[in-house]
């Protein structure tokens, strides 16, 4: 009994195994064709230092605000500043929301997956990847990328922005308010784990 128990172990964990593989090759597949690997619009930005405060946001021509674009490119920004000062980070990230502000829920679930861990933001900024802790190239620049299905709701929108430690691009959803013609943050979608920095991989 007690081998044939492992033998029935051993073939579970090997078809769950390749149950996982396929469904993560699938989703992959689903996702890099819905972005289109250069298919689709791309806008990239270019910033020579990130904000701070929502002083230094309100300077940048971005925040205008006329484009999801701008607006899911500012979000990023925003998120680098996140380790150094949270206070000012959800004050910016209070300017991008507009009408709305963050709320507990949403302060809650970016402490959670930004605290000593805001390598996240910065690696959807050129340059950025697992060897080198996620230290993007200067000027920062990022490329936000639009799908067949980014603009399907009106007034809503999704956009994609890949980052150097995952291998599928992740989004940001935004609103748009029809009075102003301004873009509004309106939910974080891309802060998942991805893989580690070269000094915290202890197999690195």
């Known amino acids: 009994m007690g081998l044939f128990d492992s033998l029935k172990r051993m073939v ?3 078809v769950e195994r390749e149950a996982n593989t ?10 890099d064709n819905a972005v289109g690997k250069g298919r689709n619009r791309e806008e990239t930005f270019t ?3 990130l904000p701070t405060s929502v002083a230094e946001l309100k300077a940048l021509p971005e ?7 701008k607006t899911t490119a ?11 000062n949270p206070d000012a980070t959800i004050e910016m990230l209070d300017f ?21 861990q805001v390598y996240k933001a910065r690696s959807y900024f050129a340059g950025a990847t697992p060897q080198n802790n996620y ?3 200067t000027p920062y620049t990022i490329t936000v990328i639009e799908t067949p299905y980014s603009f399907d709701n009106e007034n809503w929108a999704t956009l994609y922005i890949r980052s150097g430690g995952a291998d599928n691009p992740r989004n ?16 974080i979608q891309c802060l998942s784990q991805i893989r580690k920095p070269a000094s915290e991989d202890a197999w690195a």
């Not at 500012?74 to 150094?84: G, K, M, P, R, S």
């Not at 507009?98 to 959670?112: A, L, M, N, W």
């Open 135 to 137: 230290t993007p190239s």
């Open 22 to 31: 396929a469904i993560n090759n699938a989703v992959k597949g689903a996702v």
């Open 12 to 14: 579970g964990s090997s």
């Open 172 to 187: 940001i959803k935004l609103r748009k308010k029809p009075s102003t013609g301004q873009w509004f943050l309106n939910d």
């Open 74 to 84: 500012l979000t990023i920004a925003v998120l680098c500043n996140y380790d150094a």
């Open 96 to 116: 991008l929301k507009g009408p709305e502000s963050v709320s507990g829920f949403e302060k809650q679930f970016i402490r959670e997956h930004l605290k000593d």
């Open 47 to 49: 910033f020579a230092s």
């Open 63 to 69: 925040a205008s605000l006329d484009s999801a674009f």
